[in-house]
């Protein structure tokens, strides 16, 4: 089969081409596992993370991908025989022990043993791949394969983050970047708090117009104050300077979401400008997003799928990959990226 694989890491500004398309053997399931044909996958901003070494797969080569839909074409032992034909999703949660407390407690997203897609276990960056079956969701027949994509991942971080604000109906919204996971949590939000208004922090003069078109009542500079204060932020951003930002946007009592796996040390000074009184006092918090848990993927795309959210896509086939992942690094995307792989 063919696919796109991780050999080396390294900056992408040195190595603008860090995948290769290979011929690699079949994978066979195992024991409650299910092959995959895959017909679509999204490009993320944690393959660059694994790229660039800021998250990097604990072995190599390591085919990436984690926001995958395809065909179950085979069936391991013990896995249900009824998948066989279905249509699924493969999320970043690739397994979870299901045995500890974090597990035990509906945390899944937090179980240390915690393996992603694409990091721990061969992604969708490929024309097949395996699953565990108690990790793969059926995908409701309102949504495209291309179109479901971007929901296993920049849609279910961005429920599970909108989720976490704590914000109620009525009450405004500000998110710090709007790139993929951006502009799903605007669609979301509209039809979960309809009354509430949403102001959009974006370096990109693109993706300020894009929010606007999307509905965003302003959409201003990562710099610039918002028009009133916010009773949450979500920050989808790589860098520090955005969250000092954003904390100066809060409402007292708000809270900021961070949702990012690593962050940029470029600006990590920033951070140094913390003022007490201006950034954190009034009872203003701060919430960090890891991972996802398998119910956060089944919401997302049942809401996708009755309340007509879909993501605006740029489609790109399997070997072209890099130039997917060189644009998405540069920033300024309206939307998602995905590869057309079958």
Not at 95 to 121: I, V, Y
Not at 217 to 222: E, I, K, N
Not at 269 to 276: E, M, R, V
Not at 282 to 306: F, G, H, M, Y
């Amino acid at each position: 089969m063919r696919a796109m694989v991780l050999r080396r890491v390294g900056p992408l500004s040195e190595h603008p081409d860090p995948l290769t398309l290979e011929d690699v053997p079949l994978p066979a399931p195992k024991a409650g596992e299910v092959r995959v044909r895959v017909q679509a996958c999204g490009v993320c901003h944690t393959e660059l993370d694994e790229i660039e070494g800021r998250a990097t797969p604990p072995s190599l080569p390591r085919i990436p991908g984690h926001q995958v839909i395809g065909i179950v074409e085979a069936v391991g032992p013990g896995a249900p025989p009824e998948l066989s034909g279905t249509r699924v999703g493969v999320a970043w949660i690739f397994r979870a022990c299901g045995a500890c407390e974090a597990c035990r407690s509906g945390h899944e997203n937090l179980c240390p043993f915690f393996e992603g897609t694409g990091l721990d276990a061969d992604g969708g960056y490929a024309e097949y791949m395996v699953a565990p079956s108690a990790f793969v969701y059926p995908i409701p027949d309102a949504l495209d394969s291309v179109a479901a994509a971007p929901l296993l991942c920049a849609g279910a971080i961005g429920y599970r983050s909108l989720s976490l604000t704590g914000i109620r109906d009525g009450q405004p919204l500000g998110l710090t970047g709007f790139g993929a996971s951006g502009h799903l949590v605007m669609g979301l939000s509209r039809h979960l708090y309809p009354r509430s208004t949403v102001y959009v922090f974006a370096r990109s003069a693109t993706e300020r117009e894009f929010a606007r078109e999307l509905g965003a009542v302003w959409a201003g500079d990562s710099g610039e104050p918002a028009p009133v204060p916010l009773a949450a932020i979500i920050d989808t951003t790589p860098a520090w300077r955005p969250v000092v930002r954003a904390l100066e946007a809060l409402a007292p009592g708000g809270r900021l979401v961070i949702n990012a796996i690593r962050k940029s040390d470029a600006d990590k000074d920033a951070l140094l400008s913390i003022d007490y009184p201006a950034h954190l006092w009034k009872e203003k918090t701060i919430q960090s997003v890891a991972n996802v848990t398998r119910e956060d993927v089944r919401r997302c795309l049942a809401l996708a799928a009755e309340c007509g959210v879909r993501p605006t896509v740029a489609v790109y086939p399997l070997e072209e990959a890099n130039t997917a992942l060189r644009e998405l690094s540069q920033g300024g995307a309206r939307g998602a990226k995905v590869l057309s792989i079958g």
